[in-house]
């Protein structure tokens, strides 16, 4: 779980820098989202993201809370918490904004992740993928 300062800061404040955040992230091309990433992010943030974002994915293609949080290692409330989220449309301006061939490969790498525990086949076609992108 990410801490928080106890440390109140000033709600205007806050918005104009969260505002200049997200202008500075919309700006990034490819290259430098990579290192805005490695180098803001610690590991565990960044594997939660990646997490988050395997959920959402997942339940747009009809996974149940149950088998995500089993495949992408969540707990089931996180599980159920996200799939609220994602049945009261939270993440609709998300899942809008990322291309459709964009999702199709990373749902296509979520399946062959999740295919891989029991099946060689897919198994051999996650390491292929994995080391392909290296």
């Known amino acids: 779980m990410t ?19 997200t202008k500075l992230l919309s700006g990034l091309h490819d290259k430098n989202a990579h ?37 992408i290692d969540i707990s089931e409330s996180t599980a159920q918490r996200l799939h609220q989220g994602f049945l009261l449309g939270v993440y609709d301006n998300l899942l809008r904004c990322i291309k459709k061939n964009e999702k199709s490969e990373f749902v296509a790498l979520l399946e062959d992740f999740m295919l891989s525990r029991a099946s060689i086949t897919a198994r051999s076609r996650l390491v292929k993928r994995t080391t392909d992108r290296s």
Request: net charge positive; charged share 25%; proline share 2%.
């Open 35 to 71: 290192f805005l990433i490695e180098e803001l992010l610690t590991e565990t943030e960044r594997i939660m993201l990646v997490k988050r974002f395997a959920a959402i994915f997942m339940f747009q293609q009809n996974y149940t809370p149950y088998r995500v949080s089993r495949t």
């Open 3 to 21: 801490n928080i300062s106890s440390k109140a800061i000033n709600d205007a404040d806050y918005m104009m820098a969260y505002k200049q955040l």
